[in-house]
């Protein structure tokens, strides 16, 4: 396997590792929706309005945090 190769499956392990992730966190903001009773909200949303409503941050704040910021500000929540 040359470098590239090596390089290119070290990538798509990133991608993986990323997607699962994101996957885990919006199944997290599933659960919350429900602990919260958001019957309108699911998912990435529910997340938004959770930090939202706790830290008086705005829905563009909370989008601009990466996947692993949201997972870090939801351990204790859940």
């Known amino acids: 396997m040359s470098v590239k190769d090596e390089l290119h499956e070290a990538e798509r392990k990133c991608f993986i590792s990323d997607a699962e992730l994101r996957y ?3 199944r ?3 659960a ?4 919260k ?3 309108d909200l699911e ?4 997340i938004i ?3 939202c409503d706790k830290h008086h941050w705005f829905p ?3 989008r601009q945090l990466s996947t692993e910021d949201l997972n870090l500000l939801l351990k204790g929540d859940l």
């Not at 998912?43 to 529910?46: F, H, R, V, W, Y």
């Open 24 to 26: 885990i966190t919006t």
């Open 28 to 30: 997290q903001g599933d």
């Open 32 to 35: 919350l929706a429900k602990k």
């Open 37 to 39: 009773g958001y019957k």
């Open 43 to 46: 998912g990435m949303d529910a």
């Open 49 to 51: 309005r959770f930090l």
């Open 60 to 62: 563009h704040q909370v």
